[in-house]
């Protein structure tokens, strides 16, 4: 099985990677510092149709496989990792829960303005006391009549503050086995959430996230996704695209790790020589190259199993643990070939490394990869 891009899908990247070589990479460094959401590269972004690429054409999007929106993802990593992560989010997470388990009548209203990036996406599963162990969530939904009341605390959420649709994950009821009833809602703006503060996060900080506070917050019946206690299900699959995302955004970030190191490797000299010549700094640089390369073709073959309705869980698992480690080794080599420069925010490998670390922990960290992986397929279960 090829798993590489074919024509039409490298044409897509070519031009995509074209914008945000010249509009959104020189805005990086700025977006770091004023730890911003960039509404503006956002536009831009959204011009370019990447909110659109998964979404089918008869919601406003270009019905591109997930493949695309992977390439697409990385690109835009490569570019600016904290504009990439706030963007994935709503392209790889809201969307894809609208599409997939929202009703005919949600998809009409809301993925129109979802693929035209004229609404923001945000996706709320986890908690203060309940990040890896989703069994421990304590915000709950409670049907009012045609309404769903909501109660508790979500976070850290990434665009929590500018999102227009949230996906918010809520205990519906006890269930069984000690496991709770969860449900999935449209949680659009406006309905009585309120926000935090903006976490001061270590990286991707043009990727604002903070807290959701959903005491106060309805939402009509229409905007529960799937059936009512469906919600471990669906957190589930969403999980799976979100491995993705994370994968994307952390191959993106090693080919900007890449690129960094081999400008600097073949600029800077010492010793009469540029320093690419040494061969400790070149098998750095072929290390760092590896970290991007290996990750994408197994995380293509991922994205290529979950587009066939697979349960491949494991596969997508080991492509976000592979994907996440090499990232913070490939910044970790990067820093390294930069020297003292390395350290100060004069370069962007102080920037890309601080990013990096990021993925080994979000949408699960190494520790829970592994136990998916093992679960998968040796039945364990921890
Ligand atoms: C900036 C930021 C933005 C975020 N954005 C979002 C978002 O948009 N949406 C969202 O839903 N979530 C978001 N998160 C939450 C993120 O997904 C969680 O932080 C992550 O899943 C880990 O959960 P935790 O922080 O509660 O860690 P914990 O679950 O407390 O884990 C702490 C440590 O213990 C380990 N551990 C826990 N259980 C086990 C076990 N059974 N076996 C072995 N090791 C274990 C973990 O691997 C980890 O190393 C965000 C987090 C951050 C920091």
């Known amino acids: 099985m090829d798993f590489a891009l074919n024509k039409d899908q490298k044409e897509l990247q070519t ?20 730890a911003s959401l960039q509404i503006d590269n956002l536009k831009k972004i959204a011009q370019a149709g990447y909110f659109a690429t998964a979404v089918p054409a008869e919601f406003g999007g270009k019905g591109e496989e997930l493949v695309t929106l992977f390439a697409l993802t990385e690109t835009l990593a490569a570019a600016c990792p904290g504009t990439a992560m706030a963007a994935s989010t709503s392209a790889w997470l809201c969307n894809t829960a609208i599409l997939k388990y929202g009703s005919d009548s949600l998809k009409k209203s809301l993925l129109p303005a979802l693929a035209a990036g004229e609404k923001l996406g945000a996706f709320a599963l986890a908690e203060p006391g309940a990040g890896s162990d989703i069994n421990a969530m304590a915000a709950t939904a409670v049907k009012d009549g045609d309404s769903w009341k909501l109660d508790g605390v979500k976070g850290l959420c990434w665009n929590a503050a500018a999102a227009d649709v949230i996906i918010v994950i809520a205990k519906t009821g006890d269930g069984a086995d000690a496991q709770p009833a969860l449900s999935a809602f449209a949680v659009e703006k406006g309905s009585g959430y309120s926000v935090g503060e903006q ?5 991707l900080r043009a990727a604002p996230a903070a807290n959701i506070d959903l005491s106060g917050c309805a939402v009509p019946a229409s905007n529960l996704l799937g059936a009512e206690g469906a ?3 669906i957190a589930m699959d969403l999980l799976d695209y979100g491995r993705l995302q994370m994968a994307a955004l952390a191959v993106g970030v090693s080919t900007a790790c890449f690129m960094a190191a081999k400008d600097h490797a073949e600029t800077r000299m010492a010793f009469g020589k540029p320093i690419g010549v040494f061969q400790e700094v070149a098998f750095k ?3 760092i190259y590896i970290a991007a390369d290996v990750p994408r073709l197994l995380a293509n073959q991922a994205c290529w199993r979950k587009q066939q309705g697979e349960n491949c869980s494991h596969l997508i698992a080991s492509a976000k643990l592979l994907a996440s ?3 913070v080794e490939a910044a970790h080599k ?4 930069f020297g003292g420069k390395g350290y100060t925010a004069d370069a962007p490998a102080e920037r890309l490394y601080r990013d990096a670390r990021f993925f080994e922990i979000g949408n699960g960290t190494t520790e829970i990869m592994r136990q998916v992986i093992c679960k ?5 279960d921890f």
């Open 15 to 34: 031009a995509f990677g074209k914008m945000c070589a010249a509009d959104i990479a020189p805005c990086a460094a700025a977006a770091d510092a004023a």
């Open 199 to 203: 976490a001061k996060t270590l990286g």
């Open 231 to 233: 919600g471990w299900d």
């Open 285 to 287: 640089a072929a290390d």
């Open 325 to 327: 480690q090499k990232v």
């Open 334 to 337: 990067c820093l390294q070939i």
């Open 376 to 380: 998968d397929l040796l039945g364990a």
